[in-house]
């Protein structure tokens, strides 16, 4: 949690809306009966549609591209395998020459397959079906040299299953009827005794045709067992992903219902005297409460010794004996102390020793901030203007690069936790300056990993490995002050969605407008978020001085050659999406 905001005069009776977020964390609210018969009421709406961006079929393709692409390069593997041992066997010279051949040939053709599919655009139901008729066309002529009824046919199983997995269904279906006929042809062929098994592993005891007939069956049948249990295990994938999504969508609905409740939630919010009004928690005296929250309380207060004014916040009673939120209390503490910058909200005080007294009244003393939150301003104004977008970059990118050296990760940086001092107050750090506020779910490097589950951040802002349930770093804070500098400068979110499982979606596999298409920016600016929302971590810019020396250079139409060309790549690789 971070510092509260300036405590509104008497004459009004509800605090500013930017106040009111710079006192709660995200995903508080109050526990009041108006409010929660218009959640009820609000419950019984229809569920959101899913976007077209987060439907299973969308889910399965990207997992299709990225399995195709390990389908070529294993065989490559089996493709050199195969060739290695021409060199070892007795087989017929002209059917040699003509297996290496074609091998050869699928290798050559399907590595420019593999290099296509980078770029989804590229994978398309052409390039599929050529690279299954490579699969089939070279399967069969091994199953010529290794002999009809040895272990060859295998390969052409594997080829049916993999092909049946996608979904191209007409094309599935060609190439399984294709494969029948084919190996069809040649066991006919073999068992009426038109032609010798040219194979090195055919047998010389004479085998009568029935026997031939029942083992070219048994091939056959695992040709459509491969096509079948493939095509189910789809269908089965495409309802579990559904069912994930209807679950997710209704986790969606609550989460749209505290959105538009925003307003009820700071009208019913109010100061005045609170039940710890008046009392000493640690060092500090608390006075009325600047904000309530439905988990917990925060105070104005003074030091009681020196005056020092302070926010103070505490967790409500009934929560106290949560471990979970005890936990986010300690970390909150222990970021906080952790880190020296100015642009952080400067710790006071706190429960030190949390998990050991259970029965102690957690607290968390902060310093006393005056002004708003960077959410509260853009509902004023959607966009900020240039001067005020490099203020913002400059103060919280080194706020990221001191948690950084102190082994903190924020992991939800966002509007409602960037807050403005817009009055000299805080520290005496001077009036516009940004502060970083709310580290309750922040990874510090220094102390055990929390034990968490699914996904951690709000993820309007969230990096593609936070998406992923995957461990993130200093790079994951970067991406969402990436994210968040979109917002201002086009007064747009990078991805928008109908619900939790498609916004996921897009961000993991999809890149936003390009940000030049929103608002009349520099080209450079969408050079600059081309890097700054890169999907790989790797990609982005290392530091956060380095993000707001870039950005203030993309603003004036001035990125150095090196960085355009970085960012052209990117682009090169994934395009941006049109607007919507």
Not at 559 to 571: K, S
Request: proline share 7%; with cysteine; aromatic share 6%.
């Amino acid at each position: 949690m971070a510092g509260a905001a300036e405590k509104p005069p008497p004459q009004p009776a509800v605090p500013p809306s930017g106040e009111v977020t710079a006192l709660l964390p995200a995903g508080e609210v109050p526990s009041i009966a108006p409010l929660a018969r218009a959640l009820a009421a609000r419950a019984a709406a229809p569920p959101l549609p899913p976007l077209a961006a987060g439907t299973a079929v969308d889910a399965m393709r990207d997992e299709e591209i990225a399995r195709t692409r390990l389908f070529i390069r294993m065989g490559w593997l089996l493709s050199l395998v195969g060739i290695s041992t021409v060199f070892v066997i007795d087989a017929p010279r002209a059917l040699a020459v003509l297996f290496v051949t074609g091998v050869v040939l699928g290798m050559i053709v399907s590595f420019g397959f593999d290099r296509g599919f980078a770029d989804p655009r590229n994978y398309t139901r052409r390039a599929l079906l050529i690279l299954a008729a490579i699969c089939i066309i070279n399967g069969h002529l091994a199953v010529l040299l290794y002999g009809a009824y040895s272990a060859a046919p295998i390969l052409i199983v594997i080829g049916i299953h993999f092909v049946a997995r996608t979904e191209a269904e007409r094309i599935a279906r060609g190439i399984f009827a294709s494969a029948v006929a084919c190996y069809a042809v040649i066991a006919a062929a073999i068992a009426s005794g038109a032609i010798e098994d040219p194979g090195v592993f055919a047998s010389d005891v004479p085998i009568r045709p029935g026997v031939f007939a029942v083992g070219a069956l048994f091939v056959l049948a695992t040709f459509w067992l491969a096509y079948y249990t493939a095509r189910q295990f789809r269908a089965a994938s495409l309802a579990a992903i559904d069912d994930l999504q209807r679950a997710t969508r209704l986790a969606s609905q609550r989460a749209a219902m505290m959105d538009e409740l925003l307003g009820d939630l700071e009208r019913a919010l109010r100061a005045g005297p609170g039940r710890h009004s008046d009392q000493v928690v640690g060092e500090f005296e608390l006075g009325a409460v600047l904000g309530r929250g439905a988990m917990g309380e925060v105070y104005d207060a003074h030091h009681a010794v020196t005056g020092a004014p302070a926010a103070v916040k505490l967790l409500r009673p009934g929560l106290a004996g949560d471990p979970a939120q005890r936990a986010r209390f300690a970390r909150e503490l222990a970021a906080g102390r952790a880190i020296d910058s100015p642009h952080v909200v400067r710790i006071l005080g706190g429960s030190a020793e949390l998990a050991r007294e259970p029965g102690a009244l957690p607290y968390l003393a902060m310093e006393r901030l005056h002004g708003h939150t960077l959410a509260e301003q853009l509902r004023r104004e959607p966009r900020l203007p240039a001067a005020a977008l490099r203020a913002l970059a400059s103060q919280i990118g080194a706020a990221i690069d001191a948690a950084a050296a102190a082994g903190v990760v924020h992991r939800d940086l966002k509007p409602t936790n960037l807050f403005r001092c817009d009055d000299g107050a805080g520290g005496g750090t001077g009036a516009g300056v940004w502060k970083v506020l709310d580290f309750g779910v922040a990874r510090i490097a220094a102390e055990p990993a929390p034990d968490e589950r699914g996904v951690i951040g709000t993820p309007h802002y969230m990096a593609p490995e936070q998406a992923r349930g995957e461990p993130a770093d200093t790079r994951a804070d970067l991406h969402a002050l990436g994210a968040i500098v979109y917002r201002c400068a086009t007064g747009h979110h990078p991805y928008d969605a109908g619900d939790p499982a498609a916004l996921l979606y897009a961000i993991v596999h999809r890149m936003p407008a390009r940000p030049g298409a929103l608002a009349e920016l520099p080209a450079d600016v969408d050079r600059f978020c081309a890097i700054a929302l890169a999907k790989a971590p790797g990609e982005r810019f290392a530091t956060g001085a380095a993000l707001a020396r870039a950005l203030d250079a993309a603003l004036d139409a001035a990125l150095d050659a090196a960085t355009r060309a970085r960012a052209d790549a990117l682009t090169r690789r994934r395009p941006w999406e049109s607007p919507r």
